[in-house]
């Protein structure tokens, strides 16, 4: 139906005009038809009726799919924060960790400098040990020669005919 008096739309709005319309219709209807409208009516007034029932069942189920829905989301949003608390803390460990091997790094390579500084003095005590050991044998050779030298003036001065002419020498007063 289309209105075209403002007066008549405002006065028979929502459900009391639908009620007036109803009263209107049926009104100028014949008495079989009539009945025939108000079973009509009766009907669709059950359907309103089944629709609301309907509709009042879909918000409760949209009520509890909403709050399921929220729930799910308040679990998942937990489960994202103990996500993001171990990732904190895994990145403190990590980053201890590194702290660690940084200690590690400098420790070890203050001992390979020590290591180094070490062997360097190991390599110039093993060349002065080269230098007394060649040193010892020189002079362990010169004295093995004098001690040859020496056994050998013994020796002579073992010899009679040499004693005989080192006293003499001695007697007159020479020099030998």
């Known amino acids: 139906f289309f ?57 409760v189920i949209e009520d509890a799919q909403q709050s399921a829905f929220q729930a799910r989301i308040d679990a998942l949003q937990a489960e994202i924060n103990a996500w993001r608390a171990r990732i904190e803390q895994n990145t403190l460990e990590l980053t201890n960790t590194r702290d660690q091997i940084r200690e590690a790094e400098n420790f070890w390579a203050k001992r390979r400098h020590d290591i180094v500084r070490l062997t360097d003095e190991l390599d110039i005590e093993n060349e002065i040990f080269a230098e007394l050991r060649a040193i010892h044998e020189e002079t362990e050779l010169e004295l093995r020669r004098e001690i040859d030298v020496v056994r050998e003036v013994v020796s002579i001065f073992k010899d009679a005919e040499f004693s005989e002419y080192i006293r003499g020498v001695l007697n007159r007063g020479e020099e030998l």
Do not use: I, M
């Open 3 to 59: 209105f075209s008096s403002r007066r008549r739309h405002t006065r028979c709005s929502g459900v009391s005009w639908a009620r007036r319309c109803v009263q209107e219709t049926a009104s100028s209807l014949s008495p079989q038809d009539a009945d025939d409208f108000r079973q009509v009516v009766l009907h669709l007034n059950e359907l309103r009726e089944y629709v609301v029932s309907e509709s009042q069942k879909l918000q």
